[in-house]
């Protein structure tokens, strides 16, 4: 459960538009329960039960736009896609299915991350600006554990249990930028927010501090730290979900921008 760049502070002070893409290379932590009514499941943490890739490296995509001198409007899109594999150490009960201890089971987690920002500055000058943004930062879950379970006393059979929900998670924010030099440029943010909106209940923390060079007039490199924690809590009647979701990590990242 992403994250971004800056929603209103990730580019030059004067870029009308701006498309950047970026390198991320973050280090997830992840425990997840799905149980089902009557049928509890094992808190499983994906990375130390089921060895489950901790670092991963992905492309994002973000772009945006100033509507006029103080509104800005951006959206971003990345995904992390993790699997492992392990002989498991414990009985486990994920989504009504047992799967006992000594059998192999593979696990799989995508995370297709979806914001879309508005920011209004605040303050603003010709080389800074600070201001409050607020957003929706909308997950995909894909969430799958395979191996044999327990079907009857003593009787295992191959399962795939999977399970696929998307969370909207709507944040507050604020942001600023400092134009150290013409071409030195310092920007941050931090998103938060705590909500228990229909079938879910969660929060998150999107943080990110980034330094760019211009090249050109037109073309920014840099190099930011994001940390991105998710706590959430999904009710669907049929079956529960949580999962507790952290990652952070350097991104690398290149910028173009126009007038």
């Known amino acids: 459960m992403a994250s971004t760049a800056s929603p209103a502070a990730a580019q030059a002070l004067n870029d009308k538009y701006w498309i950047e893409i970026s390198a991320y290379f973050p280090k997830a932590n992840t425990t997840v329960n799905v149980s089902r009514p009557g049928l509890p499941g094992t808190e499983i943490d994906m990375e130390s039960d089921l060895d489950m890739d901790e670092n991963e ?43 006992p201890i000594g059998v192999e089971v593979s696990s799989k987690m995508q995370s297709d991350i979806y914001r ?28 799958s554990l395979q191996g044999d379970a327990e079907v009857d006393i003593g009787i295992l059979r191959r399962q795939n249990q999977e399970r696929t ?11 600023g930028t400092y134009e150290v030099t013409p071409r030195l440029i310092l920007t941050g943010r931090a998103d938060y927010l705590s909500l228990d909106i229909g079938d879910y209940d969660g929060s998150i923390l999107n943080a990110q ?14 190099a930011a730290y994001r940390y991105v924690d998710y706590g959430l809590d999904v009710d669907k009647g049929r079956y529960t979900a949580s999962v507790d979701y952290d990652f952070s990590g350097p991104a690398l990242f290149i910028r173009a921008g126009f007038r």
């Open 116 to 143: 879309l920002t508005v920011g209004y500055a605040f303050i603003r000058t010709d080389r800074a600006e600070l201001g409050a943004a607020i957003g929706l930062h909308a997950t995909n879950f894909e969430l």
């Open 209 to 222: 501090a980034a330094i760019a060079y211009k090249v050109t007039d037109m073309i920014e490199v840099g």
């Open 165 to 175: 929900f998307l969370a909207p998670m709507p944040t507050v924010g604020v942001f």
């Open 57 to 99: 490296t992905l492309p994002a995509l973000y772009a945006g736009a100033r509507l006029g001198e103080r509104w800005v409007i951006a959206g971003e899109y990345y995904g992390l896609d993790r699997q492992g594999s392990r002989t498991i150490e414990r009985d486990m009960d994920f989504d009504g299915a047992t799967f």
